[in-house]
């Protein structure tokens, strides 16, 4: 989704928002952009990190405190923490939304900003062995290694939405379109998009009661098992 959201960015001439939630949370609250990354929804911990976490939860403080320095591990981050990093991003995000003309990379906005009818909600998706060979190609490790890495931020990306929004981010209903690029190229998958931005911002006037897929049919003529394909007999 990140390399459709950079065409699809370039084409509309609008502003990318991705790693910039990162950066932009690190400066309001004064932190490196690496603590930042631990609250995002793609963050996959280290395998060095879960074994240090793991000793810190169990060992005891004079084990991880070196004598008289500073303490040997870092400490889970607290409650409050978790908190303050988590709606600064989201005020970032709500802020990118309002100035318009910006396409938006996860980070819960299908949740967040699903109440702002000028916002375009778009899942990308392809099957898992297409999204392994994807990876393998553009960032270089062996195909094992790649199905790993898809696998753990798959993994990430559910917690985070389940953690922070309550939901499964699989659910169709959180975006307007869903794009499979099992078959469809990149390009015509940002053409989709495209066409479905325009489509959308001519139907922002209308009102909601009059939005659906009921909007301006007529009834039937007859009952649904009456229709019959040209030339075909009622015997």
Known sequence: ?????????????WQLINHAVIE??????????????????????????????????FAPK??????????IYTSPPRAAETGAYQDTMRQIITAAANTGHAVI???GGQVLLADKRDVLHIRVVAPLELRVAYV???????????????????????????????????DPHLYDLVID?????????????????????????VSVEELGPAAGLAPYPGRPADFRAAGQSSG
């Open 1 to 13: 989704g990140g390399e459709i959201a950079a065409r699809l960015a370039r084409r509309l001439g």
């Open 24 to 57: 932009q949370t690190a400066r309001e609250l004064e932190v490196y952009e690496t603590e930042v990354e631990k609250y995002d929804e793609e963050y996959v911990e280290s395998t060095l990190s879960r074994i240090q976490n793991r000793i810190q939860q």
């Open 62 to 71: 004079a084990f991880i405190t070196s004598a008289g320095g500073p303490s």
């Open 105 to 107: 990379v996860g980070r």
């Open 136 to 170: 393998a190609r553009r960032e270089g490790p062996d195909l094992d290694a790649a199905r790993r890495r898809v696998q753990a931020k798959d993994r990430a990306r559910t917690r985070y939405m389940k953690t922070q929004y309550h939901c499964q981010h699989e």
């Open 181 to 205: 690029t099992a078959v469809l190229d990149l390009d015509s998958a940002v053409d989709l998009i495209c066409l479905a931005v325009e489509r959308k911002a001519s139907r922002l006037s």
